[in-house]
């Protein structure tokens, strides 16, 4: 490793499956939104019970595909289906992109990507959205050099609490 490398570079898995997740996945899911809520300085809320209630339960509410190197998970996509109603039109949306340090610019989150859409196509979604914070500059560049196209938000979002 060079002075000017910013990161570790792990050895890239010879075989990587993109793959929608089963059971099994629960804890390396769960660890890797941990890491990710740590990266956004965020408190994780959420256990592998709630996972397996939203992505296996009888009416499953995510769906999450993963990247797999046969030994570990090196990333995973979550997402969401949206509707716009004047439109008539659904949608996915690609709320969670998660990519374990070491593995990123590899082609991990491209591929992930990818099957992301295939998904969202066959589902009959018209379109495919993600958000990232605003401060993400490399995420903002990622997500345009995969044909995302940025949008302005517009107006504001309210949350109720439903006890």
Known sequence: MTEDQDEISLERPALMTIRKAVEADIPQILEMIGLLAAFHDDVLETSADSLKRDLFGPAPWVTALVADSGSTLL?????????????????????????????????????????????????????????????????????????????PVTGMRYLQTLA
């Open 75 to 151: 990333g995973y996509a979550l997402m969401t289906p949206l509707y716009r109603a004047q439109q008539g039109k659904r949608g996915m949306d690609l709320h969670h992109l998660f990519v374990r340090d070491g593995h990123r610019n590899h082609g991990v989150g491209q591929h992930l990507i990818a099957r992301a859409r295939d998904f969202a196509k066959a589902a009959g979604c018209a379109y495919m959205s993600v958000s990232a914070a605003t401060g993400n500059t490399r995420a903002h560049q990622f997500y345009q050099q995969m044909e995302f196209v940025a949008r």
